[in-house]
Antibody, heavy 124, light 108 residues
Framework: EGQLLESGGGLVRPGGSHRLSCGASGFSFSNYAMSWVRQAPGKGLEWVSGISRSGSVIYYEDSVKGRFTISRDNSKNTLSLQMDSLRPEDTAVYYC?????????????????WGQGTLVSVSS | SYVLTQSPSVSVAPGQTAEISCGGDKIGTKTVHWYRQKPGQAPVVVIYNDHDRPSGIPDRFSASNSGTTATLTITRVEPGDEADYYCHVWDSDSNHQVFGGGTKLTVL
């Protein structure tokens, strides 16, 4: 079924940078598209970014485009999110989630499983 | 950008039926997925592709999607069903995954 484990959360100053990682196990990582989804404290889910299995197709939510970079290393079964120019409104639990297919960009593609999440706090 | 609208809260007594709606422009032409999130836990898919249930999700969970509204229905509600529920679609116009704002299901 597969498991995902995020790491790298912490406290960051506004304007700073931070990198999150997500390790995958129990499934063939290179066969699936992946995404980051975040949840601000007490708020709902917000999609952040997605990447196809090869890394050739990448999409970003508008508020993070140009500041965040998603990447993957299929040889290490790892998904990453480089976050630059962080803002207080980026404070959230960041979840790594697997899509049900190897491509992104179509509707019949849901998130399963999800990692347990890692908290990023942006504050001075 | 595409917007999914969910009622903030729904309350039902145990044993009754809960209906959680998700509204969006022509949502019936999109494929909807539903997630359940209990406090302090990651979301879990309960319905995918409009009406399919993953293994392990009881048949008390069902869903429909037509016109401008998708609906998640939970029959014979149990205290353990208390959670936040989110709908999700892919918006091909913006190339964005989109979540509804979530509905908190309270079991009275």
């Amino acid at each position: 079924e597969g498991q995902l484990l995020e790491s790298g959360g912490g406290l960051v100053r506004p304007g700073g940078s931070h990198r999150l990682s997500c390790g995958a196990s129990g499934f063939s990582f290179s066969n699936y598209a992946m995404s980051w989804v975040r949840q601000a404290p007490g708020k709902g889910l917000e999609w952040v970014s997605g990447i196809s299995r090869s890394g050739s197709v990448i999409y970003y939510e508008d508020s993070v485009k140009g500041r965040f970079t998603i990447s993957r290393d299929n040889s290490k079964n790892t998904l990453s999110l480089q976050m630059d120019s962080l803002r207080p409104e980026d404070t959230a639990v960041y979840y790594c989630a697997r899509l049900s297919d190897f491509v992104i960009g179509y509707g019949a593609n849901w998130f399963d499983p999800w990692g347990q999440g890692t908290l990023v706090s942006v504050s001075s | 950008s595409y917007v999914l609208t969910q009622s903030p809260s729904v309350s039902v007594a145990p044993g009754q039926t809960a209906e959680i709606s998700c509204g969006g422009d022509k949502i019936g032409t999109k494929t909807v997925h539903w997630y359940r999130q209990k406090p302090g836990q990651a979301p879990v898919v309960v319905i995918y592709n409009d009406h399919d249930r993953p293994s392990g999700i009881p048949d008390r969970f069902s869903a429909s999607n037509s016109g401008t509204t998708a609906t998640l229905t939970i029959t014979r509600v149990e205290p353990g069903d208390e959670a936040d529920y989110y709908c999700h679609v892919w918006d091909s116009d913006s190339n964005h995954q989109v979540f509804g704002g979530g509905t908190k299901l309270t079991v009275l």
